[in-house]
């Protein structure tokens, strides 16, 4: 197993290091690779400050066995510099001379902005919005976008602020569950080993209409408010954005109730 360095940096002394797991999210060819056989790697950096999404350029020799989505590499974090991680490769696999880190933007898209793509469809798919990030996608040109298109194909994401709105002013209409899934959020990010967060598809009946089907995510506290709420047949009930029928939210407090 090869140690890999970000920003070619200096290995952090023993005693400095916390032990964290980076998730790979998207392996593709860089946009300028610096040298044969490099492959660009972003993933979900589990560690002591949440999650992070960082980026490396790694070199996979021919009939060796590089990074793929859904791996779990073991990292090491300077606990001096949270910037500063360790990672270890599969054997074979070496970091490349240039790390996206030391380039101009300090981010790489991947070619046609497909590397973005990539990796949104990845975090997307876990039940990630761009709001979870906050700060972090700052530093991630076109991340951000590309996470609200991908996450819209699951979920009626409502923008940061207008779910308050909605609350107080929307339009009152009802929801049963119809389905269920518990996602596979990071404990990390969670605010208690015991609470969870779902999508649930809920049947909307509005005043005057045929009911309609909308996917929304909620987090749960406690296993008991995941059993009172998150049931199927459990009436809801909810706002709706009398402007677009989708937005919609639970007319109580919606995250970690």
């Known amino acids: 197993m090869a140690p890999f360095g970000k920003k070619g940096a200096r290995t952090p002394s023993t005693p400095s290091r916390i032990p964290a797991v980076l998730r790979v999210g998207a392996v593709s060819r860089p946009s300028k ?4 056989n490099e492959l660009l790697m972003s993933g979900m950096l589990l560690g002591p400050g949440g999650a992070n999404l960082p980026q490396f350029t790694v070199v996979v020799p021919p009939f060796v066995a ?3 989505q859904g791996m779990e590499l073991r990292a090491n974090v300077d606990s001096t510099n949270l910037d500063l991680v360790t990672l270890t ?4 696999v070496t970091p490349a001379p240039t790390q996206p880190s030391q380039n101009a933007g300090g981010w790489d898209p991947g070619p046609g902005g497909g590397h973005n793509r990539a990796l949104a ?3 997307a798919a876990q039940g990630f919005l761009s709001s979870d990030f906050g700060p972090t996608l700052v530093g991630r040109p076109g991340l951000a976008d590309c996470l609200d298109q991908a996450a819209a194909r699951y979920v009626s994401v409502v ?3 207008v779910d308050l ?3 107080q002013s929307g339009e009152p209409v009802q929801g049963q569950v119809t389905a269920v899934q518990v996602l ?3 404990a990390q990010l969670l605010p208690s080993p015991k609470a969870c967060m779902t999508w649930l ?7 005057f209409g045929s009911p309609y089907p909308v996917t929304i995510r909620m987090g749960f506290s406690s296993p008991q408010r995941f059993a009172q709420l998150a049931t199927i047949g459990t009436r809801l009930p909810l706002r709706r954005d009398p402007d677009n029928r989708m937005l919609v939210t639970i007319d109580a407090p919606p995250v970690f109730s």
């Open 33 to 36: 690779p610096s040298g044969p």
């Open 159 to 161: 923008p940061p602020g």
């Open 89 to 92: 490769l599969p054997v074979g």
């Open 121 to 123: 469809d990845w975090l």
């Open 165 to 167: 709105t909605l609350t």
């Open 201 to 207: 598809t809920l049947a909307v009946t509005p005043q």
């Open 66 to 68: 590089g990074p793929s």
């Open 184 to 186: 596979p959020f990071p």
